[in-house]
């Protein structure tokens, strides 16, 4: 297929594209992108056991090549193939399995470096416990629509609000999510931290709620979105039939960007089947409300 630039809503790269449509539902559309060849940011984020790492193998024969920033913490790598144009990623020099907080810190912190870009998280803790490498996306702003709808209040129910900042929960567009507002990035990390109480956080236990997340600067203002998880993978993934849906949906999905290398996953890929995979990974607007109605007390007496 041949596809016109002017097709392509968010400009994707055409070198990496072989099919691309738009999925349309009542308040949103949704972005499918068939890769003609697997790129070299999905390959370094299939990140494996260590031994076997593409990561590893990548910091070790061309160190020399990137730049450390976030005080030595991270790798920066600025030329990666992808089919978003200047991506960035940023890769944490060390293997790691368990909790560490104060990456939303850093997230928060790069946000505000890069600000033309939305910073994208597949989760703070590794669902199957296997040690990995965190790392993190930088994608300019333009290719998620989302983006825009939140920069304008559209399908944002309101929840808080003071002087700090103010907390939404998206609706109506079948996946909620938890939209924090604030100048004060500190007072966002805290009120995370709160969200990760209610979401059944227990450090006794090494319990860890799953979440997919992406943070922005925009106008002076950090915006953190949280993707809480039901489940990581739709039982779509496991259907061995024609119907097949092998993708495990992530933040860029949530975001409204689905991609995959199978061409009969991208074919199965409609209204009917995304909708499906919405419901089955996060939680519905009322659910969401209902799990952090505590936080209203909480913000009010003030952390």
């Excluded at 056991?49 to 450390?68: A, K, M, R, Y």
């Excluded at 928060?108 to 703070?124: E, F, T």
């Excluded at 296997?130 to 709808?149: A, C, D, G, Q």
């Excluded at 949530?254 to 209204?271: I, K």
Aim: glycine letters at 4%.
């Amino acid at each position: 297929m041949n596809i016109k630039h002017e097709e392509i809503q968010s400009n994707f790269d055409s070198t990496y594209l072989k099919d691309f449509k738009l999925i349309a539902f009542d308040a949103f559309k949704v972005e499918v992108l068939l890769l003609s060849s697997r790129t070299k940011d999905i390959e370094l984020k299939e990140s494996s056991e260590s031994g076997n790492c593409n990561i590893c193998n990548l910091l070790d024969s061309h160190q020399d090549t990137f730049h450390s920033i976030l005080k030595d913490k991270y790798f920066l790598i600025d030329h990666i193939q992808s089919v978003f144009h200047n991506i960035l990623l940023v890769v944490d020099k060390k293997h790691y399995r368990r909790k560490d907080i104060e990456k939303v810190k850093d997230m928060l912190s790069l946000a505000q470096l890069y600000g033309d870009n939305v910073v994208l998280c597949d989760g703070i803790t590794f669902p199957d416990g296997i040690k990995r490498h965190f790392n993190l996306s930088l994608v300019n702003k333009s290719y998620f629509p989302l983006i825009e709808k939140v920069c304008l209040g559209e399908n944002l129910n309101s929840f808080y609000g003071d002087t700090d900042g103010e907390i939404y929960l998206l609706e109506e567009l079948i996946r909620s999510a938890i939209v924090i507002k604030s100048e004060n990035s500190e007072w966002i990390f805290l009120v995370y931290l709160e969200i990760e109480k209610l979401l059944g956080r227990s450090y006794s236990l090494s319990k860890y709620p799953y979440v997919n997340c992406c943070c922005y600067f925009n106008k002076g203002e950090y915006i953190l979105i949280i993707f809480p998880r039901v489940v990581h993978k739709p039982t779509q993934y496991y259907d061995n039939s024609s119907m097949r849906i092998r993708i495990i949906p992530g933040i860029t999905e949530l975001m409204g960007v689905f991609v995959t290398t199978d061409s009969m996953s991208y074919e199965n890929l409609n209204n009917q089947s995304i909708k499906s995979v919405f419901e089955q990974i996060s939680y519905s607007f009322t659910h969401l409300m209902d799990i952090i109605k505590p936080l209203k007390n909480k913000l009010n007496m003030g952390f």
